[in-house]
């Protein structure tokens, strides 16, 4: 099945070997999950709900069968599934080749888009998500998670009270 997220936000995990976790992304309100579940016909991930959410279960044989008889769903779940191959490779990139400051400062612009895609704010962030999950989303430790977020406040970038991200000065980021 393929999952519509309606409210909510969520996150995508696989457990690692050494039963720890790894977490693949966030998903919130109008994005949706599972393509991983296309290839072999099971899902390699688990979804997590953060917080009170509700999804769409789309069976993937007659989603299919329907988007061959409508183009204009079998584009959107195309450019659907290529947005996500685009994400994940971005998210590759960010994980091999950049320090811990520019790993933050994207996961943080790039949630601020998609919220802002949404219509709510870019600039006033509630993170669902621990500092943990985006430790490990980042392959960073909570501690330098924690440390990134300090620096960026000290600096007047960020303006941190727990959960609540403020983005003050986003050209900042953007520069790192």
Known sequence: AIYA??????????????????????????????????????HTQDAVALEDSKVCVMAYGPLEKLARELPQLQRHLHQAMGREIVRNHAVMLLLSSMRAEVRIAAFLLNLAKRLENRGFSGANLLLRMTREEIGTHLGLTVETVSRCFSKFAELGTLHVRSREVQIVD????ERL
Do not use: I, P, Y
């Not at 309606?6 to 039963?19: D, M, V």
């Not at 986003?170 to 980021?173: E, F, G, H, I, V």
């Open 5 to 42: 997220v309606r409210t909510g936000f969520l996150k995508t995990c696989a457990s690692l070997e050494n039963g720890r976790e790894h977490v693949s992304g966030f998903q919130m309100a109008g994005e949706l999950l599972g393509f991983d579940g296309l290839g072999l016909g099971v």
């Open 170 to 173: 986003a050209a900042a980021l």
